[in-house]
């Protein structure tokens, strides 16, 4: 085959440290913008960026190049600089270390994004730990529950 044809489509999830809920209404929607052009300047695409006080979820269309933990490290280290730079308030924020990533199929595309858009009325229902074991267990991998817990 003379060309090369890939779709990565990867959903990511990681929470801020501790699951401190710093990530207030007011302030969310810059904050999955500024995740979304980390993406576009990686070369990757947000296809869905979104998520609560605590944590977020990001929808991304990965090229072949660029290994996912390069775009990882980008994502918390380039956000988290920004956040405490941009609201005074929040000088000690980070993200948790460490992170989530589960391939997507093409066809679970449109239920991503709808799932990622329904943060906030889900997690009136079902908390972070809850729903990470769930993704965990899904894909068939081994959970550390140290790490759902705080």
């Known amino acids: 085959m003379a060309n090369t044809y890939t779709c ?4 990511v ?10 990530i207030t209404p007011d302030i969310e929607e810059n904050v999955w913008r500024y995740l979304g052009g980390i993406c576009r300047d990686q070369g990757a695409k947000a296809i869905m960026v979104g998520g609560v006080e605590d944590h977020v979820h990001l929808l ?9 933990s390069e ?17 005074p308030a929040m000088a000690a924020f980070s993200w948790q270390d460490g992170y989530g990533a589960f ?11 709808n799932y990622i858009a329904g943060q906030r009325g889900h997690h009136a229902k079902v908390s972070f730990a ?4 769930k993704f965990v267990f899904m894909h068939d991998l081994p959970v550390d529950e ?5």
């Open 8 to 11: 990565i489509r990867i959903h």
């Open 103 to 113: 391939s997507i199929g093409q066809s679970q595309v449109t239920k991503t994004i």
């Open 130 to 133: 809850d729903e990470f074991r």
């Open 71 to 87: 775009m990882m490290r980008r994502l918390k280290g380039e956000s988290s600089k920004w956040i405490s730079t941009e609201w």
């Open 13 to 22: 999830v990681f929470s801020t440290k501790n699951r401190q809920r710093w």
């Open 60 to 68: 991304i269309g990965l090229p072949p190049a660029l290994a996912l």
């Open 146 to 150: 140290r790490y759902l817990l705080g």
